[in-house]
């Protein structure tokens, strides 16, 4: 669906009425955001705030992927989840409006700050470097730039893993109440 569709997005919440909720979904072009602001602010951001209300799902848990992109680079130190935030493209704004968003909802959330993320499909750092040692020498990287890889496999296992314990934790709380 259309996550620009503020909504649709509500309607179907609404309709399903999920106990879990998962958003991998995004504007993740991270370039492209600076031409798109508000593409970019429409999905990332305004269709956060209008789409997770407590009201739709009451005892939802969302599970959002945000990214490192709300920190500006500068640290020298792993980044931790109290950090200053502080973006400096239109991408990371967006992401960070996002997820102040999902935190002012009152939904029970779990935001998920990833970076790097790699497979086997898709466009990723991972297949950028090999179409390019097959065509190149050289592939230019940039020995400046840092970060954290994260396997789309390892992603989806945690992200799997957080389900499992909410729905065990969903199914404890049933049966203490019958």
């Known amino acids: 669906m259309d996550l620009a569709d503020v909504d649709a997005v509500a309607a179907a919440v ?9 958003n991998a979904a995004g ?6 955001a600076e031409s798109e ?5 429409a999905t990332n951001a305004r269709a ?5 209300p407590r009201s739709e799902a009451p ?21 931790r989840e109290e950090d200053q935030a502080n973006p400096l493209n239109v991408y990371g704004s967006s992401k960070l409006a996002g997820e102040r968003a999902i935190r002012a909802s009152g939904v029970a959330h779990l935001i998920l700050r990833t970076s790097w993320i790699y497979g086997l499909h898709g466009q990723n750092f991972l297949l950028t470097m090999r179409r390019l040692a097959a065509t190149r020498t050289s592939c230019g990287s940039s020995p400046t730039q840092f970060g954290v890889p994260n396997w789309s496999r390892a992603l989806a296992e945690a992200t799997a893993s957080l389900v499992s314990w909410r729905a065990a934790a969903l199914a404890k709380r049933a049966a203490s109440i019958t």
């Not at 609404?14 to 998962?22: A, C, F, G, T």
């Not at 504007?27 to 492209?32: E, L, N, Q, S």
């Not at 005892?59 to 980044?79: K, M, Q, R, W």
């Open 59 to 79: 005892d939802a848990l969302l599970i959002h992927y945000s990214t490192d992109y709300v920190f500006d680079g500068n640290s020298t130190e792993p980044y």
């Open 37 to 41: 602001p508000a593409l970019a602010d």
């Open 27 to 32: 504007y993740t072009a991270v370039d492209r």
């Open 14 to 22: 609404r309709r399903v009425r999920p106990q879990i909720i998962v």
């Open 48 to 52: 956060r705030r209008r789409c997770w």
